[in-house]
C-alpha cells in the first residue's frame, strides 16, 4: 500500500465526521453477519484502529472464524488462514526459498503471513517453536527469514483463536507472545432472540456469501494516521500509567503490565475515542478497554490462581481502587 498517494492535508486534520461514517458502517456490515455482539465488534474495531492484534479466545463454535472473515471482506483486505497444529514449522507461516529448475538457483517465496489480515486459527497448538515465527510480525511488522528482512504489507493485524476449556494437544501461549496481543476478547454465547436471527439469515445461504466491502485499506491507513493525533491529557496519561504500576505492586501477581501492555492501553485509548468522534481521550474511555488490553498480560502467583481468582477481576478492583482524573 503506497501511504504517499494520501492526501497529506487529510491526513493532518482528519475529518472526523467522515471517519464515524466509515467505522459505522464497517460495524453495520460486520452485524449483518455476526449478530448480537455489538460489544466484542466495536472493542476489535479498535484494536484495528490502533494497528493492534487480536486474541479471541472461547469455545468452538461461537463465530471466531466467521469474525475475522467478515472484517477481511468490509475491508477488502488480503486474507490469510492458517490452522495452527503440533506438527506446523515455521517456513509454513513465513515462508522459505524454492529450487527453481530455470535458473537453477533458489528464491524466496512468501508464506501465509503476508497479507493483510492473518487468522491464526488455534494458535495454541502449534509448538512454542512454530508459534516464536508471529513475535516479530506482531511487534515490528516484518519477518526475518534465511538472514533476509522483509516488511509486511500495511495494514498488518494477526487475529488468533484459542480454546479455553480443551488442553490435549496444546501449548499455552508464552507471556511474551500473550504480551503482542493488543486485546483478548470473548464472544460468549448469543442470547436466545439473537440465535434465532442467526438460524434464520443462513437458511438459504451463509450471510458471508452476500457481504461487501464498505472500506478500502487507504481509508482505513487514513483512520490509523488520524487516531495517533487523538490527544492525551498528562492528567489521564499518569491515570493509566498508576493502573499499571498497581499491578506490578499487586500481592497477587507475579507478573504486572509491561511497558509495552502501557503503550498499547494509550493507543486503545486513544482509537476508543477516536471511534467515538472525539479528539481527546477522556477516563471512561480508560474503563472501557482497561480490562481486554491489560488483564491477559498478568500472571497470577500459586495462591491466587488456586483461590480462583480471575484476572479480570484483579484489573476491576485497581479500576475501583485507583482515582479517577477529573
Given at each position: 500500500?503506497?501511504?504517499?498517494?494520501?492526501?497529506?492535508?487529510?491526513?493532518?486534520?482528519?475529518?472526523?465526521?467522515?471517519?464515524?461514517?466509515?467505522?459505522?458502517?464497517?460495524?453495520?456490515?460486520?452485524?449483518?453477519?455476526?449478530?448480537?455482539?455489538?460489544?466484542?465488534?466495536?472493542?476489535?474495531?479498535?484494536?484495528?484502529?490502533?494497528?493492534?492484534?487480536?486474541?479471541?479466545?472461547?469455545?468452538?463454535?461461537?463465530?471466531?472464524?466467521?469474525?475475522?472473515?467478515?472484517?477481511?471482506?468490509?475491508?477488502?483486505?488480503?486474507?490469510?488462514?492458517?490452522?495452527?497444529?503440533?506438527?506446523?514449522?515455521?517456513?509454513?507461516?513465513?515462508?522459505?526459498?524454492?529450487?527453481?529448475?530455470?535458473?537453477?538457483?533458489?528464491?524466496f517465496r512468501g508464506g501465509p503471513i503476508f497479507c493483510n489480515i492473518l487468522l491464526a486459527d488455534e494458535i495454541n497448538r502449534a509448538s512454542p517453536?512454530?508459534?516464536?515465527?508471529?513475535?516479530?510480525?506482531?511487534?515490528?511488522?516484518?519477518?526475518?527469514?534465511?538472514?533476509?528482512?522483509?516488511?509486511?504489507?500495511?495494514?498488518?493485524?494477526?487475529?488468533?483463536?484459542?480454546?479455553?476449556?480443551?488442553?490435549?494437544?496444546?501449548?499455552?501461549?508464552?507471556?511474551?507472545?500473550?504480551?503482542?496481543?493488543?486485546?483478548?476478547?470473548?464472544?460468549?454465547?448469543?442470547?436466545?432472540?439473537?440465535?434465532?436471527?442467526?438460524?434464520?439469515?443462513?437458511?438459504?445461504?451463509?450471510?458471508?456469501?452476500?457481504?461487501?466491502?464498505?472500506?478500502?485499506?487507504?481509508?482505513?491507513?487514513?483512520?490509523?494516521?488520524?487516531?495517533?493525533?487523538?490527544?492525551?491529557?498528562?492528567?489521564?496519561?499518569?491515570?493509566?500509567?498508576?493502573?499499571?504500576?498497581?499491578?506490578?505492586?499487586?500481592?497477587?501477581?507475579?507478573?504486572?503490565?509491561?511497558?509495552?501492555?502501557?503503550?498499547?492501553?494509550?493507543?486503545?485509548?486513544?482509537?476508543?475515542?477516536?471511534?467515538?468522534?472525539?479528539?481527546?481521550?477522556?477516563?471512561?474511555?480508560?474503563?472501557?478497554?482497561?480490562?481486554?488490553?491489560?488483564?491477559?498480560?498478568?500472571?497470577?502467583n500459586t495462591k491466587a490462581k488456586y483461590d480462583g481468582t480471575s484476572k479480570n477481576a484483579v484489573i476491576e478492583d485497581i479500576l475501583g481502587a485507583?482515582?479517577?482524573?477529573?
Open positions: 500500500m503506497d501511504t504517499q498517494s494520501l492526501d497529506t492535508e487529510d491526513w493532518a486534520k482528519p475529518d472526523m465526521g467522515r471517519a464515524q461514517d466509515l467505522m459505522n458502517r464497517l460495524q453495520e456490515n460486520i452485524e449483518t453477519v455476526i449478530r448480537g455482539k455489538t460489544e466484542a465488534i466495536e472493542l476489535l474495531l479498535v484494536s484495528i484502529l490502533a494497528n493492534g492484534s487480536v486474541l479471541m479466545e472461547d469455545v468452538p463454535g461461537m463465530g471466531k472464524t466467521t469474525l475475522a472473515k467478515s472484517l477481511a471482506i468490509s475491508l477488502d483486505a488480503a486474507y490469510s488462514r492458517i490452522q495452527f497444529t503440533p506438527d506446523l514449522l515455521p517456513a509454513d507461516i513465513v515462508g522459505g526459498s524454492i529450487y527453481n529448475p530455470k535458473d537453477g538457483g533458489f528464491e517453536r512454530t508459534q516464536s515465527a508471529l513475535l516479530e510480525a506482531m511487534a515490528e511488522m516484518q519477518v526475518t527469514s534465511e538472514g533476509v528482512t522483509r516488511v509486511l504489507p500495511t495494514p498488518f493485524v494477526v487475529l488468533a483463536t484459542q480454546n479455553p476449556v480443551e488442553f490435549h494437544g496444546t501449548y499455552p501461549l508464552p507471556e511474551a507472545q500473550l504480551d503482542r496481543f493488543m486485546m483478548l476478547l470473548n464472544l460468549g454465547y448469543p442470547s436466545p432472540d439473537a440465535e434465532v436471527h442467526i438460524l434464520e439469515s443462513q437458511s438459504a445461504q451463509h450471510p458471508l456469501e452476500r457481504l461487501t466491502s464498505v472500506m478500502s485499506q487507504a481509508d482505513l491507513l487514513e483512520l490509523q494516521a488520524g487516531v495517533r493525533r487523538v490527544v492525551v491529557d498528562a492528567s489521564v496519561t499518569r491515570y493509566m500509567v498508576e493502573l499499571v504500576n498497581r499491578t506490578r505492586e499487586e500481592p497477587q501477581l507475579k507478573l504486572g503490565v509491561s511497558t509495552r501492555g502501557s503503550l498499547m492501553l494509550y493507543r486503545a485509548c486513544q482509537a476508543m475515542a477516536f471511534k467515538s468522534g472525539r479528539e481527546y481521550v477522556i477516563p471512561d474511555d480508560v474503563q472501557r478497554v482497561a480490562v481486554c488490553v491489560l488483564a491477559h498480560r498478568l500472571t497470577l485507583v482515582p479517577v482524573p477529573v
